[in-house]
C-alpha cells in the first residue's frame, strides 16, 4: 500500500458524524492505554482458557505452556492436557485474532467511506460468506466450509467493487450502495436456499453459524486467522496516516498528495480480504467492527496512529469474554457468539450515541 506520505495530520474529527464523540479518555497517555490493553489481554487469555466444566487455573495454563517451550512437567492429566491444546486455547487465541481484525477492519471502514455507521461487512462480503457456506451445508461438505465462505465473500467483494466502478467510481457513497445491492441479494440468496433445501441438522448448523460461531476450531484456523492478521492487517496499521488524511475529504486528500482513488481501492480491498478470511471460520459477528473503533475514539482520541492499535487490542479483549460467555452461559448447551456481541454491542452503541455534544 504505497502512496506520497502526507504531513502528519491532526484532524478534529475522523469521520462524519462521529467526530462528535468527546475524547472521555484524553487525560491517559495513548501509551499507557496500549500497555493496559496488551495486558488485560494477556490476562483474559490465561483466564479465559481456564474457564468451563474442568477444573483448570491459570498457573496449569502457563505451565503447560511453559512445558512446550522446554518448561517443567505441569503434572496435568492427558485430559487436561487435551482441553488446553485441542479445545480452548485455540478457539481463545482465534477469538482474539477474529475480535482484532474486525475492529480494524471496521475502524478503516469508518475512515476510507467516511461513514460512522461503516463496519467490516459493508461491501456484502457477510452475505458473500453465508450464500458460500450455506451451500457448502446443505451439500454435506462442512469440512469446506471455510473455503466456500471466503470464496462467497470475494465474489461479494468483486460485485460490490464492480457496480461501483459502472456507477461512475469507487466513491464513498457509490461503494455503500453498491454493498447495500450486493447485500440485499446475498441475504436474499441465503434465504431462499435455507427455505428449499434446509431442514435437520443442516438447519441447525446454518442457523448457528450465520449468528457467529467459534466451536470447532482448529489450530490451522487460528494460525490462518493470525497470519491473516500480520499480513494485511500491519500494513494497514502503517497506513494511519493516509487514513486521517481522508478525514478532510477526497479534495483535501489528493493535495496533500494522496492518491484517492488508488489508496481506497487497496484500503477496501485489502480490509475486505482480511474480514473474508476471518468470516469464513467465525460467522458474521455483529458489532465488533462498529462499535469498538468509536469506543476507541473516547480513549486515545481519533488520530488513526493510536486508534487502529487500539481498536484491534479492545476487539481482541472483547470478542475473547464474549466468546467464552458463549459457551459457557448456559453449558451444556452453547449460544452463537454473535448474540452475545449484539447483546453487548447494541446498548453500548446507544451509551456512545448519547455522549455525542448535539446534533445530528
Known amino acids: 500500500m504505497t502512496a506520497t506520505r502526507p504531513p502528519r495530520l491532526r484532524p478534529a474529527v475522523t469521520v462524519r458524524g462521529a467526530g462528535d464523540l468527546p475524547p472521555a479518555g484524553g487525560s491517559l497517555r495513548p501509551i499507557a492505554i496500549g500497555v493496559l490493553l496488551v495486558v488485560a489481554l494477556a490476562l483474559s487469555i490465561g483466564v479465559a482458557v481456564t474457564m468451563g466444566p474442568a477444573d483448570l487455573t491459570v498457573g496449569d495454563v502457563v505451565a503447560s505452556v511453559l512445558s512446550r517451550w522446554g518448561g517443567a512437567d505441569p503434572g496435568l ?20 485474532a477474529v475480535g482484532a481484525g474486525l475492529a480494524l477492519c471496521g475502524a478503516v471502514m469508518q475512515a476510507t467511506t467516511r461513514n460512522p455507521l461503516a463496519d467490516p461487512y459493508l461491501l456484502g462480503l457477510s452475505s458473500g460468506a453465508s450464500v458460500g ?12 466450509l471455510p473455503a466456500a465462505a471466503f470464496i462467497g465473500a470475494m465474489a461479494a467483494l468483486l460485485a460490490t467493487l464492480g457496480l461501483a466502478h459502472l456507477a461512475g467510481g469507487l466513491t464513498p457513497a457509490r461503494t455503500i450502495l453498491a ?27 446454518i442457523l448457528s453459524w450465520l449468528m457467529g460461531s467459534l466451536s ?5 484456523q487460528t494460525a490462518l486467522a493470525a497470519a491473516a492478521l500480520v499480513v494485511v492487517g500491519v500494513p494497514i496499521a502503517a497506513s494511519a496516516r493516509l487514513l ?4 478532510f475529504g477526497d479534495a483535501a486528500a489528493a493535495a496533500l498528495g494522496v492518491r484517492v482513488t488508488a489508496v481506497r481501492w487497496l ?18 459477528i455483529g458489532f465488533i467492527g462498529l462499535v469498538i473503533p468509536h469506543a ?27 466468546d467464552t460467555a458463549a459457551r459457557t452461559a448456559f453449558d451444556p448447551r452453547e449460544l452463537p457468539v454473535g448474540i452475545v456481541t449484539a447483546v453487548i454491542g447494541a446498548p453500548v452503541f446507544a451509551l456512545l450515541l448519547a455522549r455525542r455534544k448535539g446534533g445530528s
Not at 484500503?267 to 458474521?284: C, D, I, N, R
Request: proline share 4%; no cysteine.
Open 296 to 322: 476507541a475514539r473516547l480513549l486515545v482520541g481519533p488520530g488513526y496512529r493510536t486508534l487502529l492499535p487500539v481498536s484491534a487490542l479492545t476487539g481482541a479483549v472483547l470478542l475473547i469474554w464474549a
Open 179 to 205: 454493498g447495500v445491492a450486493v447485500s440485499s441479494l446475498g441475504g436474499a440468496l441465503t434465504s431462499l436456499l435455507i427455505f428449499w433445501h434446509a431442514q435437520g441438522d443442516s438447519y441447525r448448523d
Open 133 to 144: 457456506a450455506v451451500v457448502a451445508l446443505l451439500i454435506g461438505t462442512q469440512a469446506l
Open 77 to 96: 492429566t492427558p485430559i487436561e492436557e487435551g482441553i488446553i491444546w485441542s479445545l480452548r486455547l485455540p478457539r481463545v487465541l482465534a477469538a482474539a
Open 216 to 220: 470447532g476450531v482448529q489450530w490451522n
Open 244 to 247: 486521517d488524511a481522508f478525514a
Open 267 to 284: 484500503m477496501l480491498s485489502g480490509t475486505a480480504v482480511l474480514t473474508g478470511v476471518l468470516v469464513s471460520m467465525s460467522g458474521a
